[in-house]
Each structure stands twice: as structure tokens, then as C-alpha cells.
């Protein structure tokens, strides 16, 4: 009995395994900021019952299309990720292209079948959303191929979180939280360049024409920066004179740290390279816990 018992603990065990690098492969960061939005968005509209069996539901399945896209990002990204010496699961080699697949589609069902639980628009946002991701990351004209095209539709699928996030506790979606929505998707569009200095020699290898391979980093540099000033002091204004996005000044602050970042703060390491990338990254974080708790101390 116990011969037949060890091989399926194996097998188990073995599963787990795989299915860990593949939230591995997924980038649990952008998984973590994915889950404050929702939340966030669901947050934001003012006077709403937060029905936390139902919120929960409803962010089981975005969350799960948000893996998938980013497995399958992961997945298109092999020997890019190999050439930039990245040490995620799929890259190393800790983790097998055909179980990935597997995984993604399983997930790809799962979400769409929870999504399926809700009345409205909801399901339709979540194709929405897939359909971002495989935009992003599939087939020849994938838009991950041109830095802008990238973020454009990065940004569209950030939008899109907040509002599905909010339609979900309410019908009615406030024009603040629209705005919130919108710069906070306007920060990835225009900052979130900063994560191709690091990636330069892999992705001009693979083709991509981010900023940096296109301009050269020196004129990408300051032109990210102009972006950056231009979301920052947008964000700055709206917090000023709309009591309900105080929280973008959170914006006002990050923006001025990226800039210094990108002309001041330089070196030829990744490690280096990619510090414009984690202060836009933490930016992320920083707007949406602040707005979370504002809301929760409301």
C-alpha cells in the first residue's frame, strides 16, 4: 500500500512545486499591487457597502486572470528573460514550458467561470482584461514588441481593475474615482518606462522597441523624466483642489524621487538600472495603501 501512497505524495508534491514557480513566474509583486487596486477600487466609491463575500469572489477571479496574464507574459518572455540574466522560474529552467501552459489555461478558467457568478459588466471586463494580456504578450504584433504600445495597454488594464473593482459595490461610479483611475493608469502609461533601463542589451536582442533601445538612454532618461513631472504635477493639482484625491499627492512626492533617479542617480549594473524601476514600483504601492486606509479611516 504505502509503494502506491509515495508516488502520489510525489506526484503532489511535485504539483505544488510547479504551481509555485508559476506564481513565481507571475511576479507576485504585480500580483500584490493588482490586489490593492481592486480593493482600492472597490473603496472608492463613496457610501458603498463593502460586501466582503462578494468583493472576495470578484477578486479571486480578477486576481487569477492577472497570474494567467503574467504566466503567459512569462512564458513569451523566455529567451529575452535568458539574455537579460533574470532568475525567474521559467528563465532558470526551474520551471517547464509545458506545465506553465497548463497552468495559465487552468487559471484563464477559473476566473472566467467565477466571473460568470456575476450579473453585468463585470464578466465582460474580465475579458477585457485577458484580452489585454494576450495583446500584450501574443503573436507577432504583440504590443510588448514597442515600449509605448506596451504601457498603453498596461495602463488600460490598470484603469479597467479600479473601475471593475468599483462597479462591483456600486452602479454608479463617482467621477473622482474615475480620476483617480486615470492618473494612476497615467502613471504606468507615461512612468512605467523606467523598468526598460535595466533590460536594454535583451530587449534590443529581442527586437522590442522600448525608449531606451529606440532613443538611447541618455534622451530616453530625460524624456521619462518629462513624464514623470507631468503625472506628478498633474496629480499634485487634482489633490489640491479635490478633498476626495488628497491621496495623489503620494504621486507628488514618488514623482520628483523617479526623476532624481532617472539624471542623477545612474550606474552601468542592473542593480543600478533598475532603481527607477522599484521607486515607481513603490510609488505604486504608496498611492493605493494610503488611499486603502484613508477610505478605512473615513
Same mark, same amino acid.
Given at each position: %500500500? ?19 514557480l508559476?506564481?513565481? *513566474? ?22 458603498? *457597502? ?25 512564458? #513569451? ?7 537579460n540574466? #533574470? #532568475? ?24 472566467l ?11 465582460? @471586463? ?13 503573436g507577432?504584433?504583440?504590443?510588448k ?38 492618473? @494612476? ?12 533601463f ?21 534622451? @530616453? ?10 503625472? #506628478? ?9 479635490v *478633498? ?7 504621486f ?8 532624481? %533617479? ?6 552601468? *549594473? ?10 515607481? %514600483?513603490?510609488?505604486?504601492?504608496a ?8 477610505a478605512?479611516?473615513?
Amino acid at each position: %500500500m504505502s509503494s502506491v501512497v509515495q508516488p502520489r505524495r510525489r506526484a503532489l508534491t511535485d504539483c505544488a512545486s510547479q504551481v509555485g514557480l508559476a506564481f513565481l *513566474e507571475g511576479r507576485p509583486v504585480v500580483i500584490g499591487v493588482f490586489a490593492l487596486r481592486f480593493v482600492v477600487g472597490s473603496v472608492l466609491v463613496a457610501g458603498a *457597502e463593502w460586501d466582503a463575500p462578494r468583493i472576495w469572489a470578484a477578486g479571486t477571479s480578477w486576481l487569477l486572470a492577472v497570474w494567467a496574464v503574467y504566466l503567459i507574459n512569462g512564458i #513569451s518572455d523566455i529567451e529575452g528573460d535568458r539574455l537579460n540574466g #533574470s #532568475s525567474r522560474p521559467l528563465a532558470s529552467g526551474r520551471l517547464a514550458l509545458r506545465p506553465a501552459v497548463s497552468i495559465a489555461v487552468t487559471l484563464l478558467a477559473i476566473s472566467l467561470l467565477t466571473a460568470t457568478l456575476f450579473q453585468g459588466p463585470f464578466l465582460l @471586463a474580465v475579458v477585457a482584461f485577458i484580452c489585454l494580456g494576450l495583446v500584450y504578450s501574443v503573436g507577432p504584433w504583440a504590443a510588448k514588441k514597442a515600449g509605448v504600445a506596451a504601457l498603453t495597454v498596461a495602463a488600460a488594464g490598470v484603469f479597467l481593475t479600479y473601475l471593475a473593482a468599483a462597479r462591483i459595490v456600486a452602479d454608479a461610479i463617482p467621477a473622482s474615482a474615475f480620476a483617480f483611475a486615470l492618473v @494612476a493608469a497615467s502613471w504606468i502609461a507615461l512612468v512605467g518606462h523606467t523598468k526598460d533601463f535595466g533590460d536594454v542589451a535583451g530587449d534590443a536582442a529581442e527586437g522590442r522597441r522600448t525608449l531606451p533601445v529606440i532613443l538611447g538612454e541618455q534622451r @530616453a532618461r530625460v524624456l521619462v523624466s518629462i513624464g514623470t513631472a507631468i503625472v #506628478s504635477g498633474g496629480a499634485t493639482a487634482l489633490a489640491l483642489i479635490v *478633498e476626495q484625491l488628497r491621496t495623489l499627492l503620494v504621486f507628488g512626492i514618488a514623482g520628483p524621487v523617479v526623476i532624481v %533617479m532617472l539624471l542623477v542617480a545612474r550606474g552601468s *549594473e542592473r542593480g543600478s538600472a533598475k532603481r527607477p524601476y522599484r521607486t515607481f %514600483m513603490t510609488g505604486q504601492y504608496a498611492l493605493n495603501i494610503v488611499a486603502l486606509l484613508g477610505a478605512l479611516g473615513g
